[in-house]
């Protein structure tokens, strides 16, 4: 089983160094049927996205579009570690997707939650002061996309908000 998990984390590294170099006529390697049968169907569905953005020459915002939601299942299957180095390398990742599309809901409350784990993991005050921001600012986006105030965020999105806040006073002292 460490082999197999092993295998699957060089996958994901090597599908993350052909998205930041964008050298897609690296997937073409990959495309052996013995070799997706190694691999888990994240990171089956992270490949064909990068088959989809080498085979297809789409125009720049959609590409950039397809990128970002690359760059989020990257960062939301590394996201599932318990290690601390993949969690930064999962916020990473999320951030590479906002930097691409600053309107995608889910990578600003994923990013959201990623913060709260590494300021739990680090004890630290930093990340949950951090989370709050991004909750933030996913709220701000997720208004200004719906355009109205019938349709609410999720009630687990808030959930998670008032969470950073609460382990943000918990860490920085406040009585809770």
């Not at 990473?92 to 809901?105: H, K």
């Not at 300021?119 to 996913?138: I, N, T, W, Y």
């Amino acid at each position: 089983m460490s082999n197999s998990y092993s295998e699957n984390r060089s996958f994901v590294k090597v599908f993350e160094g052909i998205l930041a170099s964008q050298s897609f006529e690296l997937v073409e390697s990959f495309s052996a049927e013995e070799l997706w049968k190694t691999m888990h169907a994240q990171e089956k569905e992270l490949l064909s996205q990068l088959f989809l953005i080498h085979g297809e020459q789409l125009e720049a915002s959609v590409l950039t579009s397809e990128k970002a939601r690359v760059w989020f299942r990257l960062g939301s299957h590394l996201a599932l570690s318990d290690s601390l180095e993949e969690l930064f390398q999962a916020a990473n990742a999320i951030e590479r997707s906002l930097e691409l599309d600053n309107g995608f809901f889910d990578a600003w409350y994923t990013l959201g939650n990623i913060y709260v784990r590494l300021g739990l993991k680090k004890s630290s005050e930093e990340f949950f002061l951090k989370a709050h921001q991004v909750f933030e600012k996913g709220h701000q986006q997720f208004e200004k996309e719906i355009g109205t105030v019938d349709i609410g965020c999720p009630s687990a999105f808030y959930w998670h908000w008032g969470l950073s806040w609460f382990l943000y006073g918990r860490f920085s002292g406040e009585p809770c």
